[in-house]
């Protein structure tokens, strides 16, 4: 029992698992963008203005069908019959009739956009400042007829970025401002039917106690005109497309977890860190497989959302892990190796910034748990408070960046020094590096080639989705969608293919000249935990703890060692 | 303006009949006024009937999308609001006279004409997606109908843009207009072409906005929408065009009439530009042609622009008189309204053409 399952595949075989694989690869591709639909659609709702003259917020005010309320349509109609700001209501149902909302929708996120237009006498003051009082209410029964339910009833401060690109002039007078649209809410549910949102902008501070004006508020907002939301949600047809993908690369990917870890029990042993890595990597992404989504089909979940990222961010965090262990195990001449205590600092910086990462998206998408209208970005101390969260992993991504590069090139020099020694080697130590070498090669190939597929798949959806196409619809493939599930099932395929290729492998190593097979195995051993070189015997084999932490004699001298001993 | 809207309510009623011969493509822009018909929504597809200056065929669509009828008839309004607003300091400042709204002024190809043809196509393109984007229509992007991805329905694939509604059903509804007309095939291929380049102006200058909301709200999912701008921003963008619009000819081409810029050495124009047939009359007097000359109309004397007293009263002159006006200044704003506002005073000096 020698190597792993790729160094004794047979030609063959390796290429039928590669095109298998490969097969797997191109179905997850065309699953998503020939039948899943684009990964999610936003719909915009201009607002109703509604009439509220005795300012209660106990009402619900809803824009169209037999209990619509009163309503103007323009705010010059509203300032001709005297009604003033603070009586206005912007009130959007969601959907648009005749749909309703469904589960499959998982989220539901909010932009806020203004339609401000410039006049001489109601000006834009400077950094102006929106308030506003929302109240989002849904309602299950059809057609929304029966009475709305209270969800949240918040009161909340934005910033408004505007930009006016004419001459302020009585000629301009009417041209609109260019705002930049705001983020409103983020819903982790699409639990219910129906969905109604009131906004006031309201004009006076009260004290609570005292019924006293503190402050006027939305003074420098200019002359609103019209107040739209965006609602965007994911689309029925790619979470159902979605899940079953996840549903169908779970049970693959356990099934090949487990054969991986029998092949290791079976051996006579312990599990080295590699093999421990490759099986936590296996575990990682069987969680994020895991379909717990089909749960929110039946029970409100708002929670998923948090739940979603942490398994990812762990899956991420996992297999940045698992390339510095990989590359750090195949160098050949580092004394010290098989303990994550090695790895500290590139493994340290990977697990800060994922950390930060973390923390971040535990309070963002926590307080959205209890309150959706709530962003880090929206305060200043916030906004500061999350730059330090982003810069401090992207610094911790950019050191993990320079140390994996730097061992990638350990690895590389070593393996072209190695190369010119290998004529000179015996038959056993040369087919062991040549083992190694040749794993390592198809090793580092592979993750090349998905980690730029990656690079070049989001880069292409990007442009895709922020380039400007009319008549979009009319084309059936979409690309956004084939790039998730396309990626997502290539991750699973690079898991696949290691738990397979890497696994210990059965077979014998091809007979040595010698015919000594024990020695094949010794050989193989010590790549994995590092044997001193003195003691290259069956004993030490099995005793690898005692052995590993002897001081490094080099490579050249376990050679020589080992022509001594033969 | 309040003389002229009155005429209108008279005389569209008598207009209703004969005006499916004349040559103007713009007749249907009289249900902009159908409350004064007494017609304040379209609920029935009787109601479809009494509207103004519509042809037969557009009488058919408005009986088979009732819903978007009001929407059209905003988009009307919209588009002769904003014709005056961009017009107003020119000879021709886009007043509405009689049943065709804007007189015979439009019954040649001139450039006017291909303004108007293609801000009222616009218009109604603006108003049906408005109305779709504030619930008050139900058909609009999901409707299956009407182009888009939608044939999967709204919970697999969501729906297409609204524009692609307002845009579509504009086509079908101002475009039917010339496909019933008398007029020569030359005219019409000139309103044809500037009711679309209207509506492109509108998709042209669709906003595409973006939002992320990826893991930790990374971009690694974005999505993306395209926002209407205002009216007002077409109606500008429109007068640029109206500014620079190619006067052309039709010549047949293969098997087709095409129509190609008179002057050869001109850039040809593409399919957002204004095109015309004939170059404009000057609009200083009132004519047979449906000009109402610039007699008695407000000029600015210091200016040497079109609205200037020199070309706005055709160097005949103009008088100048003192008037009091009363307006409203020092207001208080609250966003949306005005709390409270003084009157003032004001005298002003005021010039009008001989």
Redesign the interface.
């Known amino acids: 029992m020698a190597g792993v399952v790729i160094e004794n595949l047979s030609t063959k075989k390796l290429m039928g698992i590669v095109v298998l694989l490969l097969l797997i690869q191109i179905a997850c591709f065309l699953v998503g963008g020939l039948i899943a639909p684009s990964p999610t659609s936003a719909h915009t709702h201009l607002a109703t203005k509604c009439i509220d003259p005795a300012i209660s917020l106990q009402k619900a005010f809803v824009p169209h069908g037999p209990n619509a309320c009163s309503k103007v349509s323009t705010f010059a109609e509203a300032t001709e019959k005297n009604i003033e700001a603070d009586w206005i209501v912007f009130s959007i149902m969601m959907p648009h009739r005749p749909n309703r909302m469904d589960r499959s929708f998982q989220y539901m996120l909010g932009v806020l956009s203004l339609d401000i237009v410039y006049k001489e006498d109601n000006e834009m003051g400077d950094e102006p400042e929106l308030t506003i009082l929302v109240e989002m209410m849904y309602n299950n029964d059809d057609n929304a007829q029966g009475e709305w339910k209270k969800m949240y009833s918040i009161n909340e401060t934005r910033k408004l970025n505007c930009e006016f690109f004419h001459q302020k002039s009585p000629e301009a007078e009417g041209y609109s401002y260019d705002c930049e649209p705001i983020p409103l809410f983020e819903l982790g549910t699409v639990h219910h039917k129906y969905y109604l949102l009131n906004i006031r902008l309201p004009v006076w501070e009260v004290d609570p106690d005292t019924q006293e004006v503190v402050r006027e508020l939305n003074t420098n907002l200019g002359a609103v005109q019209e107040l739209s939301v965006v609602e965007i949600h994911q689309n029925g047809g790619f979470t159902l497309v979605w899940l079953t993908l996840k549903t169908a690369l779970f049970p693959l990917v356990i099934l090949a977890m487990i054969w991986f870890w029998k092949r290791i029990v079976q051996l006579a042993r312990p599990p080295v860190l590699l093999e421990r890595t490759i099986l936590a990597l296996a575990i990682t992404i069987s969680i994020l497989n895991l379909p717990l989504e089909w749960l929110t089909f039946f029970h409100d979940m708002p929670y998923m959302l948090l739940l979603s990222d942490i398994r990812q961010g762990a899956c991420y965090a996992m297999l940045f892990s698992f390339w510095i262990i990989f590359v750090g195990e195949h160098m050949m001449d580092q004394q010290e190796r098989n303990r994550l205590r090695v790895y500290w600092r590139q493994v340290g910086s990977m697990t800060l910034g994922c950390m930060c990462l973390f923390v971040f998206d535990v309070v963002e998408r926590g307080v959205q748990l209890t309150n959706p209208f709530y962003s880090l970005w929206n305060t200043e101390t916030g906004r500061r408070l999350a730059m330090i969260f982003v810069v401090l992993a992207g610094i911790c991504a950019f050191l993990y960046t320079i140390f994996l590069i730097f061992m990638v090139y350990g690895v590389f020099k070593n393996i072209s020094m190695k190369r010119a020694a290998l004529p000179h080697m015996v038959a056993a130590r040369r087919l062991h590096y040549e083992g190694l070498i040749y794993r390592f090669r198809f090793f580092m190939i592979f993750t090349l080639i998905c980690a730029v597929m990656t690079a070049i798949f989001f880069i292409f959806s990007q442009i895709n989705e922020g380039n400007w196409k009319w008549g979009e619809d009319k084309h059936n493939i979409q690309y956004s969608s084939a790039f998730f599930t396309g990626v997502y099932g290539m991750w699973n395929v690079y898991v696949l293919a290691v738990l397979m290729l890497y696994a210990p492998s059965h077979k014998n190593k091809p007979t040595l000249q010698n015919g000594d097979t024990s020695e094949g195995s010794q050989v193989e051993f010590e790549m994995s935990t590092n044997v001193s070189s003195t003691a290259p015997s069956t004993s030490a084999a099995l005793n690898p703890s005692g052995a590993a932490s002897q001081a490094g004699t080099s490579e050249v001298y376990q050679l020589l060692g080992k022509v001594a001993n033969d | 303006m309040q003389t002229t809207l009155m005429h209108v309510i008279l005389t569209s009623l008598f207009f209703l009949h004969t005006c499916v011969i004349c040559g103007s493509a713009s007749k249907w822009l009289a249900i902009f006024n159908m409350q004064a018909l007494g017609i304040s929504t379209i609920k029935s597809p009787d109601n479809c009937e009494e509207l103004p200056g519509l042809v037969n065929k557009q009488i058919q669509i408005c009986k088979r999308n009732l819903e978007v009828m009001d929407s059209v008839s905003l988009g009307a309004n919209l588009a002769i609001m904003e014709c005056q607003?961009q017009f107003q300091n020119r000879r021709w400042n886009c007043s509405t006279v009689d049943g065709s709204v804007f007189g015979q002024v439009l019954d040649n190809g001139t450039r006017e004409a291909a303004f108007v043809n293609a801000i009222s196509a616009a218009g109604v393109a603006h108003a049906v997606t408005?109305g779709?984007?504030?619930?008050?229509l139900?058909k609009?992007?999901?409707d299956r109908t009407v182009?888009?991805?939608?044939a999967?329905g709204?919970?697999?694939?969501?729906?297409?843009?609204?524009v692609?509604y307002g845009v579509q059903f504009s086509q079908t509804f101002v475009d039917a207009m010339e496909r019933k007309t008398r007029a020569t095939l030359e005219r019409r291929l000139m309103n044809l072409h500037n009711n679309e380049a209207g509506r492109r102006t509108i998709?042209d200058n669709m906003r595409?906005?973006?939002?992320c909301?990826g893991?930790?709200?990374s971009?690694?999912?974005?999505?993306?929408?395209k926002?209407m701008?205002?009216f007002?921003?077409i109606g500008?963008v429109l007068k640029e065009k109206f500014d620079g619009a190619t006067e052309v000819q039709s010549l047949k081409i293969g098997s087709r009439q095409q129509l190609v810029p008179r002057n050869a050495d001109f850039k040809p124009h593409t399919s957002s530009d204004l095109v015309y047939l004939v170059p404009s009359p000057d609009f200083c007097e009132e004519d047979l042609k449906g000009s109402l000359g610039t007699h008695g109309r407000r000029c600015n004397k210091t200016s040497k622009a079109i609205d200037g007293c020199e070309l706005m009263c055709c160097g005949r002159g103009f008088n100048t008189h003192i008037e009091e006006v009363i307006e409203r200044c020092s207001?208080k704003?609250?966003?949306?309204?005005?709390?409270k506002c003084r009157n003032c005073h004001r005298t002003v000096e005021v010039h009008t053409c001989k």
């Open positions: 607003t408005r779709c984007s504030s619930g008050e139900e609009c992007g999901c182009g888009g991805n939608s999967d709204f919970v697999w694939a969501g729906c297409s843009d609204n692609a998709e595409m906005e973006c939002k909301h893991v930790s709200g971009c690694e999912m974005k999505t993306c929408w926002s701008p205002t007002g921003d500008q207001c704003f609250h966003w949306c309204c005005y709390v």
